[in-house]
């Protein structure tokens, strides 16, 4: 059942690509919360995937954006205030890519080159859109923005390989302005600790099934889809949560709290 808890309420979502994206699942569960959205992706993703179906499906615009753009982020900050004729009230930054897990890179082998690039694009393109939008100062009082991390930045996963610095980097930047947007625009800032999801970012994982294997045993609710964090990050953008900041919100089935479970033992 959809409740319209977002009615009136405007904003952009980042990243998604197709059905199995958390971007995808977001931006629908935005539409029919009464919500109204701009998708935005790298023009290259936009051409890989199957976002114009989105697009058409939400009747909402696309305007391609490379998050690692200054330049590019404030044209598409620009087009969507000038869409909505006003300010925004929420923005998901669901961005993430490793160029060394893609090209299969052992952690203790990685080319800095490829990691810096994966850096920009996972972390510090936060950190770009933050600024952007916090100089342009576009976002109504109460508004909510959201990253997507996951519990690598806090816990060894092996072959999560350097992408864990990247979440790290990209929850301390959630902190960090998240201060100033609150304290000067009334802004929240908050990252949402995903359980491990099969999406086209996660493929690229070295043992994702043994992950989600894992994490499913470990999880005293289990994982939580891709469709229960879409309905998890339209209560973060609601007037719910409006004194909601700087925190990293585990939305992992219970797996963070966990030391070991019965199952795990049992299978041991």
Same mark, same amino acid.
């Given at each position: ?122 972390? @510090? /393109?936060?950190?770009? !859109? ?5 100089? +342009? %100062? *576009? ?5 909510? &923005? ?23 980097y990209l929850e ?11 304290k000067n625009q ?57 004194? @909601? /900041?700087?925190?990293? !919100? ?5 797996? +963070? %709290? *966990? ?5 795990? &033992?049992?299978?041991?």
């Amino acid at each position: 059942m959809s409740y319209k808890i977002l009615e009136g309420k405007k904003g952009i979502v980042f990243g998604a690509l197709d059905k199995n994206s958390i971007a995808w699942k977001t931006a629908e569960a935005i539409s029919d919360s009464g919500g109204k959205i701009v998708l935005t992706n790298a023009p290259i993703a936009i051409r890989m995937g199957n976002i114009n179906e989105l697009s058409k499906k939400l009747d909402c615009p696309i305007f391609p954006a490379d998050a690692t753009s200054v330049s590019d982020l404030q044209d598409l900050i620009d087009k969507s205030v000038e869409h909505f004729n006003g300010k925004i009230d929420f923005v998901l930054h669901s961005i993430g890519m490793s160029v060394n897990v893609r090209k299969g890179k052992e952690y203790t082998d990685l080319n800095y080159d490829w990691l810096k690039k994966g850096w920009d694009i996972s972390a @510090v /393109s936060f950190h770009k !859109l933050l600024q952007v939008l916090y100089k +342009s %100062n *576009v976002m109504n009082k109460w508004g909510s &923005i959201i990253a997507l991390t996951y519990i690598a930045a806090q816990r060894t996963f092996p072959n999560y390989n350097d992408m864990a610095e990247n979440k790290a980097y990209l929850e301390s930047i959630a902190r960090s302005f998240g201060y100033f947007f609150g304290k000067n625009q009334s802004v929240r800032v908050n990252t949402i600790s995903q359980s491990p999801t099969l999406t086209k970012a996660g493929e690229g994982v070295k043992g994702l099934e043994g992950f989600l294997k894992y994490s499913e045993k470990m999880s005293p609710l289990g994982n939580a889809t891709a469709e229960d964090c879409a309905n998890y990050t339209v209560m973060m953008f609601s007037d719910y949560t409006k004194k @909601v /900041s700087l925190q990293n !919100l585990y939305h992992d089935g219970g797996f +963070s %709290n *966990v030391g070991v479970s019965q199952e795990i &033992i049992d299978s041991i």
